[in-house]
């Protein structure tokens, strides 16, 4: 059964860090590339950081340039979102999901993500 669990989430000050965890189950990362998404309520979800089957990574906001890195580790089948320097509209619900394929996907592209997790919610606040 192909799966997708996220963990991690809670409430931060401002300036502090978090790791999020997407663990996978039912396929290989070398085979599906897998994204980092939030959203906030009333908005659109969007698009953060992904990396390929190759890992390869692909930016697509700059609002976390410097402050959140995605990598993997195989061995787990889990893929981390590294947020470092939260500000409080950082403040979501974030999800990770696979890509239908081993590469990235353009930005705006969010239906070629086939399999989500169920997000965990990230709040930043003094």
């Known amino acids: 059964q192909v799966q997708l669990v996220e963990s991690g989430g809670g409430l931060v000050q401002p300036g502090e860090s978090l790791r999020l965890s997407c663990e996978v189950s039912?396929?290989?990362?070398?085979?599906?590339?897998i994204g980092w998404f939030r959203q906030v309520p009333g908005q659109q979800r969007g698009e953060i950081l992904c990396?390929?089957?190759?890992?390869?990574?692909?930016h697509y906001t700059d609002s976390v340039t410097g402050r959140f890195t995605i990598s993997r580790d195989k061995a787990k089948n889990t893929v981390y979102l590294r947020m470092n320097s939260l500000k409080d509209e950082d403040t979501a619900v974030y999800y990770c999901?696979?890509?239908?394929?081993?590469?990235?996907?353009?930005?705006?592209?969010?239906?070629?993500?086939?399999?989500w997790g169920q997000g965990t919610q990230v709040t930043v606040s003094s």
């Open positions: 999901a696979r890509v239908d394929g081993r590469l990235c996907p353009r930005p705006g592209k969010l239906d070629e993500f086939d399999v």
């Open positions: 990396i390929g089957g190759h890992g390869g990574i692909i």
């Open positions: 039912g396929f290989s990362l070398d085979d599906y590339g």
